[in-house]
């Protein structure tokens, strides 16, 4: 197993109210980032890979820990780093 491998499946704590902010900032709906991840994806490997609406709706919420290659799908449906959509290690607590 590679080291990016090991990094891709290492669990991160998304900061939902982040995510659900910059959504908001574009004025899309769940379904509208669900779409846009999608697409990114689509442009970077040739693949339409997304997440499910629940696993959006639960990292949204609370802050659902996933895989950090899940985080990056995200970030890039909103066009950023994952760093800024990740919580700090001290609002984890």
Do not use: Y
Not at 7 to 33: E, K, T
Not at 38 to 44: K, L, M, V
Not at 65 to 82: E, I, K, Q, S, Y
């Amino acid at each position: 197993m590679t080291r990016s491998d090991i990094d891709d499946q290492r669990a991160v704590r998304p900061d939902g109210l982040a995510i659900r902010g910059r959504r908001h900032a574009r004025g899309w709906s769940p379904r509208d980032l669900l779409e846009a991840i999608a697409r990114a994806r689509h442009r970077a490997t040739g693949l339409r890979e997304t997440i499910s609406p629940s696993l959006l709706r639960s990292i949204e919420e609370r802050n659902e820990a996933v895989p950090f290659a899940t985080l990056r799908l995200v970030a890039d449906g909103l066009d950023c780093n994952p760093v800024e959509i990740t919580l700090e290690e001290s609002e984890r607590k």
